[in-house]
DNA sequence: CTGAAAGCGCTAACAA
DNA sequence: TTGTTAGCGCTTTCAG
């Protein structure tokens, strides 16, 4: 099944013009007459003829799309961020191709690569929790293609970054369920390859220190594939209550994550005894039971920070050699989960 | 900033053949000598070659690309369907195009025909609940591009068509209700267009016939922008308790619309007086308070059913005129928010 | 077995 | 003001 639409060259045909001409008429060029310019927009009009935009492309070496990778879609943060990216990106004239990466390293590089090889002029990259090798983004990227990271970042790009204060996000967290009176916070995080990983630890070690807890790292869990394998979480949370020193409260450092390990944590009927709080952008933590207390990123304005600094480099005459991060605050949401510890 | 691969002619330069060649070598024409053969894969492989798809589209008239359109991606069902449609689409070597309409009827407009000129292959589209005019899908169709249509579908356009079972759906949910003491069941609904109002309205209606329940029209509410404006819920939630016959348990019909009319009512503090029970794709169902008794949709196959049919109709070499409608079934997970109604 | 040339839809330098 | 032509990267007749 094919399906055609008209062309240039059907309009010169039919009203006896060269190409370049409607070409140029379409594109309302001062030298083409006004007869010749009204008469070909009329009929371009009437049979509704659209740009074929894979020409166009292949004549401009550029897309007028960018590329997004994130680990999932079905995860409020980046859904959130998602369309921040849209609603710059649309009134930009852009076009957004959005793929997933599962947290899988391998999904990430097939989708990179097909994006480019596709031809995006740009890319909007959240690292993926399994990546570890991402020599792949450094050859394109010195290549030429733009990227700007956002989220999950890399020290190994120098380019724009966009990210949350994951140190102080973490930092009021960890702090506020201290001044709730716990004492041994567990913290479950990500795979330690992850910026976020690092900041967020770094932010919770912080707040201990600053209150005389010392860091025990029994009391931090890993879960390498992000949250995307229940069990792991599972695992972990058993080690974690079945250790001499117990938490009196967890911390948990990403949205899924946090997530899952309340749901499990609610099965294990743990969850009266501990106190929670964690990283996520989901809109209805007042809904549960206990309601949640969250850390919020500004997933909406991260992405549309990215995707403007992405246009900015797409659109840039001359190469940018200069590359700030950005760091948006986060926001503590203090709910029923973190309540002050009822003493034993 | 460009960003340039290498073509066709730089390998053709570099080992002295012409274009045609090295393209013929490179898929392996059988009329190439092996020799020149290994050289070409050999070099081109070594300079990292790979073919430019934009060129490759122009000339094919294909993209190896679907196109989706879903209200948004910030929602259980859809972002599960999406993930059902990718695992397909992926192993069938198509990349997979998402927008969002946003419910808003020119914004699906301006993506369906913004994908259709980029050269889908095909497109898998669940109508926005604004949209009432869809005579540009109906043209492109005419046109011969692909479409199949999922979860939100039309009588105007006649193609494949994969929806959960809307109707007995409902039909338990309500029916539920009714065992659990309920008789004065309100229904919130998105917008009267779409096809599954109608088809949920339907087994509501047949529910309540069944058990010689009179049907109340003011007992049903429209939301037009399926729950994106929180105060056009608000609105009709206010409207239902002041009423005269007032609502001893609700029933809504979407993914949004359950979740916001949730936070509401649990807001209003009606939570504890109002059976509750909807349409929701929520994995976190059994975290709310009181736990959600939910219709949930197998989003994921629906997803993939769809992007098998889309294949299919894109592959097939003669026009395809008989048509079916997948009907899929949905499952009532019951928990606390339905709970039998306490006498007064 | 290999090359020259045309063409996919469009733009732009050059001619007229 | 308009037309001719070449070319973007690739495939594919048609000729050797």
Redesign the pocket.
């Known amino acids: 099944m094919k399906f055609?639409?008209?062309?240039?060259?059907?309009?010169?045909k039919a009203l006896?013009?060269?190409?370049?001409?409607?070409?140029?008429?379409?594109?309302g060029?001062?030298?083409?007459?006004?007869?010749?310019?009204k008469a070909v927009l009329e009929y371009a009009e009437k049979i509704n003829?659209?740009?074929?935009?894979?020409?166009?492309s292949?004549?401009?070496?550029r897309t007028r799309a960018i590329g997004v990778v994130v680990s999932e879609i079905a995860n409020n943060f980046f859904s959130q961020a998602i369309n921040g990216i849209e609603s710059i990106a649309y009134n930009r004239g852009y076009h957004v191709i959005i793929t997933q990466s599962h947290e899988s390293a391998e999904r990430e590089k097939v989708n990179v690569e097909h994006m480019a090889a596709r031809g995006v002029d740009g890319l909007l990259v959240s690292i993926s929790a399994e990546a570890t090798d991402i020599s792949y983004l450094k050859d394109l990227h010195e290549k030429g293609l733009p990227i700007v990271f956002f989220d999950r970042v890399t020290d190994e790009i120098d380019t724009y970054k966009v990210v949350a204060d994951n140190y102080l996000g973490a930092f009021h967290a960890t702090e506020h369920l201290i001044y709730q009176d716990y004492k041994k916070i567990a913290h479950i995080t990500s795979s330690p390859h992850l910026s976020i990983t690092r900041e967020r630890l770094d932010g919770y070690k912080a707040a201990l220190e600053k209150h005389k807890i010392p860091f025990n790292e029994t009391l931090v869990k890993y879960c390498s594939h992000g949250g995307m394998i229940e069990a792991e979480i599972e695992d972990a949370l058993t080690e974690l209550f079945k250790a001499k020193v117990k938490p009196d409260a967890i911390f948990t450092a990403g949205d899924r994550l946090t997530i899952v390990t309340f749901g499990i944590l609610k099965r294990m009927k743990q969850k009266k005894e501990v106190g929670f709080t964690g990283f996520t952008n989901t809109q209805v933590g007042d809904l549960f039971s206990p309601a949640l207390t969250v850390v919020r990123q500004p997933a909406f304005d991260i992405g549309q920070t990215a995707t403007e600094l992405l246009v900015q480099l797409i659109e840039s005459k001359r190469p940018i050699t200069e590359f700030e991060t950005r760091i948006l605050k986060t926001s503590l949401i203090i709910r029923e989960s973190s309540a002050k510890k009822v003493p034993l």
Do not use: C, G, H, M
Request: a positive charge.
């Open positions: 055609e639409s008209p062309t240039i060259k059907d309009i010169a006896n013009f060269s190409t370049s001409t409607v070409s140029r008429a379409l594109r060029s001062y030298e083409i007459s006004t007869d010749t310019k003829y659209r740009p074929n935009p894979i020409a166009l292949l004549k401009e070496r």
